[in-house]
């Protein structure tokens, strides 16, 4: 996608292949700025102060955060430890899983002094594919915005949460990956942006890079859908997904329960964005078993922006003694979800036959 009308990607190796450079997410929407990672220690830290952030995106730069350690030491001890120590960095999102897994599947049968390049490489691969995959979800999704359009010929209104557009993978996006598709085909959309608390993804990052991309959108506090929706200012719901069990229950972004259940009381489709490496086969029930991220309390307690003397200031919001509880994702019964979007397709009322039959060998 384009900043400033100029095409950018959310992590690129150098032009001396000796590092990565990332854009800080951290700094959006008030200052673009990029950040050079050299180590996995980098990327690792990246990630886990959610410089990088976003299921599709944290699992390339733990490619890379591996790819980056075998430069300095390509041992089977150094390749277990930096594994070890990426899985850590964030626990919700699967994507991480599946890329450092990827990485050692290739790694642990090499020669050492083999290692540093296949890695690279691999990382690249990984990289790459997150790119194609996301441009056949876009195609796919727009399918349905389309279909929309031609039933009410007026603008479509969609509803998204938290930010899985380009900025939450290498590029495109998986929930925006429609909207955009739709865009280049001039159909007429207006996105309901969710602020997302406590982080804000969606007033600091999906407003960011919708109106980088000339899209039209409204952001709302995230208690606004269900009104939204009661007075059929919604056609439709698309979010994006940190992990879906086999059976297909969506785990995202805190909130997100809450306007899938809105969506099914006003008749409003609830469509789920995702790339197939963000679903986890090991999993069925995803309340029951997916490891649900608790951030710092400072997150809740405190909110930043920016002032009118145009400096970034930090301000408490709650009283200084009350405790507070910072869960980062919910989950969603798949009963409650109209179709996941994917890259082999769109599955309606999705089960665990229906969605190993989408990804069965082709
Ligand atoms: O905590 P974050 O910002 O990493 O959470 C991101 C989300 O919940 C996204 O909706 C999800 O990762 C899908 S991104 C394509």
């Excluded at 699992?59 to 120590?85: F, I, K, N, P, Q």
Aim: charged share 20%; net charge negative.
């Amino acid at each position: 996608m384009k900043v400033n009308g100029q095409p950018q990607r959310t992590i690129w190796p150098t032009a001396d292949n000796t590092a990565v450079e990332i854009i800080d997410q951290t700094k959006l929407p008030h200052e673009f700025v990029t950040v050079r990672l050299e180590s996995m220690r980098d990327a690792e830290r990246a990630i886990r102060d959610m410089q990088v952030r976003g299921a599709p995106l944290i699992g390339v730069t733990a490619a890379y955060g591996v790819a980056l350690s075998m430069r300095h030491h390509a041992s089977d001890a150094a390749l277990r430890a930096s594994c070890d120590m990426l899985l850590a960095a964030r626990p919700t999102a699967v994507n991480l899983r599946w890329g450092v897994e990827r990485m050692r599947a290739l790694l642990a049968p090499l020669a050492v002094e083999q290692r540093a390049d296949a890695a690279w490489h691999q990382a690249a691969v990984i990289a790459e594919e997150d790119v194609q995959i996301n441009r056949a979800i876009g195609l796919h999704g727009c399918d349905l915005i389309r279909a929309i359009y031609q039933r009410t010929k007026s603008t479509v209104n969609i509803l998204t949460h938290c930010n899985a557009g380009w900025l939450a993978t290498v590029d495109w996006g998986t929930a925006l990956a429609p909207i955009y598709a739709a865009i280049a085909e001039n159909i007429p959309l207006h996105v309901w942006v969710d602020e997302t608390r406590p982080r804000n993804q969606g007033a600091s990052l999906t407003a960011w890079e919708l109106g980088q991309h000339g899209v039209a959108h409204t952001v709302i506090v995230d208690n606004a859908g269900g009104h939204l929706m009661q007075h059929g200012l919604v056609d439709m719901v698309i979010v994006g997904t940190d992990r879906v069990t086999a059976r297909g229950d969506v785990c995202n972004k805190i909130g997100t329960y809450l306007k899938a259940l809105a969506a099914r009381d006003n008749g409003v489709p609830f469509y789920v964005a995702l790339p197939s490496p963000t679903i986890d086969w090991t999993l069925q029930d995803g309340v029951q078993e997916i490891p649900i991220e608790e951030r710092a309390a400072a997150e809740v307690t405190h909110i930043s922006g920016l002032a009118d003397d145009g400096k970034i200031y930090t301000v408490r919001v709650t009283p200084p003694d009350s405790p507070v509880a910072n869960y980062g994702f919910d989950v969603t019964p798949a009963r409650l979800v109209t179709a996941l979007i994917t890259e082999r397709g769109v599955v309606h009322a999705p089960d665990e036959a229906k969605l190993r039959a989408a990804f069965a060998a082709s």
